[in-house]
């Protein structure tokens, strides 16, 4: 028997509240690369809703996993499009620095909960471990990789050579050592998060790059 399903999935307020988080974040993203990009409204509900769904519906496909989750809690699809609506008078008084600077954050911080309540996700579905890994990483980057594409830019994780995938990966490693030695799931994936975040952060701040 695989040593990490006797994880259970957490359907519960704690794990729904971590999508959450993870969406948001990814969906201001978006928002914040589509107003660079001067889209209509339109195009910015599109940019922030594949920016904060594109990874978990990929990663519920593979997974076999029906509803996808955005199905599952379409009011967390209503709360994109509220925010597609109220943030570009927001977001208009913005400097383009610090518009960059907050797209950096947010990135982050849906890099970090995407990756690794995914990885959760995918352990608790018993998934082997370094497909669960990988599961967590996929969650994590496509959200942004479609949000680069539908903006007409290469994808940041193809043209920026500073660890990206990499802290998710690191981490979600991270995360199945805190669930093999009983963690509970919410406190794991919480911590995993963390250090992703803290990781791509420090990466970015100390300018780490990966070897050509």
């Known amino acids: 028997m695989n040593a990490f399903q006797g994880v259970q999935v957490n359907a519960g307020a704690i794990y729904t509240a971590f ?56 009011w967390m699809v209503w709360a994109v499009f509220a925010l597609a609506l109220a943030a570009p008078p927001v977001l208009r008084f913005g400097s383009a620095l610090v518009s960059a600077r907050a797209l950096i954050v947010f990135d982050a911080i849906g890099l970090g909960i995407f990756s690794a309540a995914g990885t959760q996700l995918a352990v608790a579905m018993g998934m082997p471990p370094f497909t669960s890994v990988m599961m967590g990483v996929i969650t994590a980057v496509c959200g ?16 920026d050579s500073r660890p990206y995938a990499t802290c998710a990966f690191v981490g979600n490693w991270l995360l199945l050592g805190l669930l093999a030695l009983d963690v509970a799931g919410s406190a794991a994936v919480a911590l995993a998060a963390i250090v992703i975040f803290v990781l791509r952060m420090l990466t970015l701040r100390l300018n780490v790059v990966l070897p050509r």
């Open 19 to 74: 999508e959450f988080a993870a969406v948001f974040a990814s969906a201001i993203s978006g928002l914040i690369e589509a107003r660079q990009r001067k889209l209509d409204a339109v195009g910015t509900f599109v940019v922030a809703f594949l920016t904060a769904f594109g990874g978990g519906t990929l990663r519920d496909v593979l997974l076999d996993r029906r509803p996808f989750y955005w199905v599952a809690h379409e």
């Open 144 to 159: 942004g990789l479609l949000r680069d594409i539908l903006c007409n830019e290469i994808p940041m994780i193809l043209r």
